[in-house]
């Protein structure tokens, strides 16, 4: 008969091993802040050090952020200003290569004015040939 106050022997052949395991756990982390200005914690700590020094670090900030603004509008204004000087510079010089052309035929210099002519409207060409696939890469 079973007795119900005894716990029941389990009865094998091989004995328990207990082993106890260790793990190693390591925990790592990192912040990372990206833009002009240090993250806030460490300007203050710039403040902690020399006093008016996150002020000075943000009116630096502000300075560098207009000097930026300010050159690109200068490098935009220039763009359009050569733009227009080379449309400008253009017109005359096909003006000035269709006098030539107008008056080599005037002399009767045939083969000046057909070797002139070719040769600008291939200049011409070429140059609005440039500039489109210029505009396409870009």
Known sequence: MNNTNQPSKRQSSKPYNYQQNEANVTVQKSEIHSGPLPHPEILSRY???????AERILKMAENEQKNRITLDKKTTINAIIMGYLGIVFAFFSVILVSGLVYYSLLKGYYTTAATLGVGAIASVASVFIFFRKSINKN
Do not use: C, L, R, S
């Open 47 to 53: 403040d902690e050090v020399i006093p008016g020094a």
